[in-house]
């Protein structure tokens, strides 16, 4: 027993004497002493040898000590917190790190300001899947194996499951809205999308759309146009003039390609519209009968027009934005520019 209070003593000396300053230091203090491995618990195994009648007294002693480390241990701990806290060092009038102000993504600005005028007549938004099959992408739309415009849409196809491919248009979504819903059909489907192609200024890998369809009743060309030159004078202003040309795609009939006039050079010419003054946003036509048939909708009771836009596009008119590969650089200095802007 004399030899145990003798032993506690000298720890107790060692202890006080300890003086770790780092949150290290401490922690090893901690596990020397505390641990399960450490001081307390071992000098505890000492109770064994005590005699009977002194364990009590031992036990005390015991205890005793423990509260003693642990004391000692709370009081480094409370020290460090304390200096942390009374730093004289710390300025506080220096001026504090600025906050940096997030800001939407161009293209997710012109993509709500596009919803926004379709919802406004009346068009509900719809999302399909980016990784498609052959049919929704291509057969249904009027695009079978083989068919040549296949070609203007070239893709990426997923190994383990050739039938599968990216989507390289949201004519897709349509397809998949065609399937589920009967007309009246209003839709607009904007999404990303893909096609094999050189990264380069003018062309990426990846790029948006949003789609329409209108399907109903006595749907005409009148109404394709005049839903269109509406979205332009809400996109760009009342003085854009709007042109249709005649086109090709194997989902319309008759197809037709819009152009607005170059809002870069105000019709002067430029690189954008390539010194025609005219630019071209999007594709549109009347809904090809076996598109619709292909749905099990009656094409003799109803039509409808669709049209296609890319995102890309409309934002570089709309911001001047010169080249495509700036809207997946995360450039701060490109992106900044669009703080504020709602
Ligand atoms: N899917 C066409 C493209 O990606 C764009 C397009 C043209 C969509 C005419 C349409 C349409 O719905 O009617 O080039």
């Keep these: 027993m004399e030899k145990l209070l003798q032993q506690l003593e000298n720890y107790k000396k060692e202890i006080t004497a300890a003086n770790p300053v780092s949150a290290d230091d401490i922690e090893a203090f901690r596990i020397k002493y505390l641990g399960t491995k450490g001081l307390v618990k071992s000098v505890m195994g000492f109770m064994k040898d005590v005699a009977i009648d002194k364990k009590k007294e031992a036990g005390q002693q015991l205890n005793d000590f423990k509260l003693f480390v642990e004391a000692k241990y709370e009081s480094l701990k409370n020290l460090i917190s304390e200096t942390k806290h009374t730093n004289t060092d710390i300025d506080i009038s220096l001026p504090g790190n600025p906050v940096l ?38 057969g249904a ?43 009246p059909i209003r839709v ?27 399907i109903d009743e006595n749907v005409s060309f009148a109404d394709l146009k005049q839903t269109l030159y509406f979205f332009v004078q809400e996109m760009f202003g009342k003085d854009v003039k709007v042109r249709f040309r005649p086109s090709y795609f194997p989902f319309t009939e008759p197809s037709a390609e819009m152009d607005i006039s170059c809002l ?11 010194h025609t003054g005219w630019v071209e946003i999007l594709g549109s036509g009347m809904v090809h009968p076996t598109v619709l048939e292909n749905f099990g909708i009656d094409s003799n009771k109803y039509t409808g027009f669709a049209f296609g836009m890319g995102v ?11 080249d495509l590969r700036l809207y997946s650089q995360n450039d701060i200095r490109f992106l900044k520019q669009f703080t504020g802007v709602v």
Excluded at 144 to 153: I, L
């Design 101 to 138: 102000v997030g800001s939407r993504h161009p293209l997710s600005l012109v993509l709500k300001q596009i919803i926004s005028i379709f919802q406004q007549l009346g068009f509900a938004v719809a999302e399909g899947p980016e990784i498609e099959d052959d049919w929704h992408n291509f």
């Design 141 to 183: 739309m009027n695009l079978p194996e083989n068919h040549p415009a296949r070609d203007m849409q070239d893709t990426f196809y997923i190994n383990q499951n050739p039938a599968w491919l990216l989507r390289t248009h949201t004519s897709s979504v349509q397809a998949r809205i065609m399937e589920k819903q009967k007309p």
């Design 188 to 214: 607009i489907c904007p999404g990303r999308v893909y096609r094999n192609e050189t990264i380069s200024a003018r062309a990426h890998c990846f790029f948006h759309q949003v789609e329409g369809l209108y």
């Design 264 to 274: 870069i050079c105000e019709g002067s010419g430029c690189n954008v519209c390539k």
């Design 312 to 322: 890309e596009r409309i934002c570089q008119l709309k911001y001047r934005v010169n």
